[in-house]
């Protein structure tokens, strides 16, 4: 790669110089930056690269499921989301067209019936009535179930018989038959996984542009938190066709062997692994995050299959979750957990505490995933565990209002996703998007943080934001703290990899409501452009 001076309004993210004029790149990383003069002189014979627009580091999302994306997102499953079909009856046509089309099998993502009002319940009878021969499998928006008829299930070869995976289950009735209703990862794939083995014989050009469409939010880098390593192969020929537009950083799912065949820290700047994930409880949209206070009774929540005084359970119990933590934590692995209710925080606080008690770690980085009921008090006790979070405040924006209301009442809403609890604690912290479950929106997110305001206008617990400042580290250096790769990614320095987001004004010069509207103009990998926003 040639030598090249990018010269434009740039924030840096270091805190010693947290703005320059310039910055000179070779061979992918920053070797001066600071004045157009100082930068110039160290690169006299550089071409330069003039910028309109505020450049700042890549975006990090430090949870993504990339790989998972590039599945839901592609021409063998259809996208029924709510950012994509907002109405029930367009969710409706879309089942009915779907199975008309699809003999073989219909597989589908996005089910919401919190936004997407009047839809009907999945029982196992209405599938069927929908599709009485094809296959029909229905993926939840939050990733947490699936809703499948009688032929999808003989597709999968899953019958009253089949047993519950560790940590998921099968929906049932009273006498045990299968109710059409799956929970959890281990279920959802097996159900999937007919439509997922089709998704494959054209994984790498999918891969690819699921990367693209994160380039253009101005990510350069994403952690996918629930690596599948059979998918190994299909990432290398991504790699070698050149799809792999942004970073990858792995998260392998755990597994009943509590083993991998990685070593932490195996790959490289462009691919590395990083992690193991598990989870602890599931999704506050479907009911089953482990909770201190009931659920509300609310037409919403009795849809749902809630019973009134509804708490609901984490997926592990504790000598579970013990098992687990301290077989991966002895392979040297950093532990990533999916905790949303405060019990199930709780429980995991208690179980890592133990274990470096136990079996101490210097720079462990043990990381909670989502957090959306965690208190301040548990922020403050995983901060001096040296426990970090990655908090979903994007969930404010979409389902704040349905949590008031309809879910948990307005004083869980005012402290759900609490960045400012997390800031208060000293920790280092991350935003996400977390995969399809709501689009890859760094931008939203920072808004979101700072004003808690949900998409009708209402804000959940103001004086529970953070400021521009923080919220822009949550999005960069401290999202590249959590992936142990601050060292080269999170902030433009010397030294650093010369990755770059072109946003169109200074999100530290407007107001907080209006950074969720800049444009991303163009972002660059390693100094090379990956996305030019259309003309």
């Known amino acids: 790669m040639s030598d090249t001076v990018f010269q434009a309004r740039i924030v840096t993210m270091d805190e010693a110089s947290p703005e320059a004029e310039a910055l000179g790149v070779r061979d992918g990383r920053v070797v001066a930056i600071g004045s157009v003069a100082s930068v110039r002189a160290a690169l006299p014979e550089a071409p330069v690269t003039r910028i309109d627009g505020c450049v700042l580091p890549g975006f990090v999302e ?34 009915r067209q779907a199975v008309a089309e699809r003999p073989d099998g219909a597989y589908l993502n996005g089910w919401d019936p919190l936004l997407q009002v009047g839809l009907p319940a999945p029982t196992l009878d209405w599938l069927d009535s929908v599709a009485p021969a094809t296959p029909l499998a229905i993926l939840h928006n939050s990733g947490h179930s699936i809703y499948f008829n009688s032929a999808a299930a003989a597709a999968a070869g899953v019958d009253r018989d089949t047993p519950d995976p560790t940590g998921a289950h ?3 009735t009273a006498s045990g038959e299968l109710d059409g209703s799956g929970y959890e990862t281990a279920v959802i794939f097996t159900i999937a996984g007919p439509g997922l083995a089709a998704a494959r014989t054209t994984y790498a050009e999918n891969l690819a542009a699921e990367l693209g469409r994160l380039n253009a939010a101005g990510i350069t880098t994403v952690a996918e938190m629930a690596w599948d390593p059979s998918l190994a192969p299909v990432l290398d020929q991504t790699r070698a066709a050149g799809g792999l537009t942004a970073r990858l ?61 509804h708490h609901g359970a984490s997926n592990y119990t504790r000598a579970q979750l013990d098992a687990i933590s301290r077989a991966y934590f002895d392979q040297g692995w950093q532990l990533s957990c999916h905790a949303h209710g405060d019990r199930a925080i709780e429980m995991v606080l208690d179980c890592w505490e133990q274990l470096l008690e136990a079996h101490p770690r210097a720079d462990h980085r043990l990381r909670l995933e989502h957090v959306g009921a965690m208190r301040p008090d548990q922020f403050d006790r995983a901060a001096a565990l040296g426990i970090t979070c990655s908090l979903f405040v994007d969930h404010l924006y979409y389902w704040g209002d349905v949590l008031a209301d309809n879910l948990l009442g307005a004083e869980h809403a005012a402290t759900w996703a609490d960045a400012g609890a997390a800031a208060a604690s000293g920790m280092r912290f991350s935003f996400h998007n977390d995969g399809t479950v709501t689009p890859p929106e760094p931008l939203r997110n920072l808004t979101v943080a700072m004003t808690r305001r949900s998409r009708s206008g209402r804000v959940h617990g103001a004086d529970h934001g953070v400021t521009i400042d923080r919220a822009l580290r949550a999005q960069t250096i401290d999202a590249a703290f959590q992936l142990f790769a601050e060292a080269d990614i999170g902030s433009l320095e010397v030294g650093k990899l010369a990755d770059l987001v072109v946003l169109s004004d200074d999100p530290r010069k407007v107001p907080p409501g209006a ?18 926003a259309p003309v």
């Open 62 to 95: 430090a949870h993504g499921h990339p790989t998972t994306s590039a599945v839901l997102l592609s021409e063998h499953f259809v996208d029924i989301r709510p950012v994509t079909l907002p109405s029930a009856d367009e969710v409706l046509a879309a089942v």
């Open 170 to 172: 099968y929906g049932r």
């Open 249 to 309: 950083r792995l998260y392998e799912m755990s597994t009943p062997a509590m083993h991998s065949d990685q070593s932490p820290a195996d790959g490289d700047d462009l691919v590395r692994q990083v992690g193991i994930k598990t989870w602890a409880d599931g999704s506050p949209w479907i009911g089953n995050i482990d909770t201190s206070f009931a659920y509300l009774d609310t037409a919403a929540t009795r849809a749902l299959g809630l019973p009134p005084g």
């Open 515 to 532: 950074v969720a509207d800049l444009r991303v103009l163009a972002t660059y990998l390693s100094g090379a452009q990956v996305y030019a």
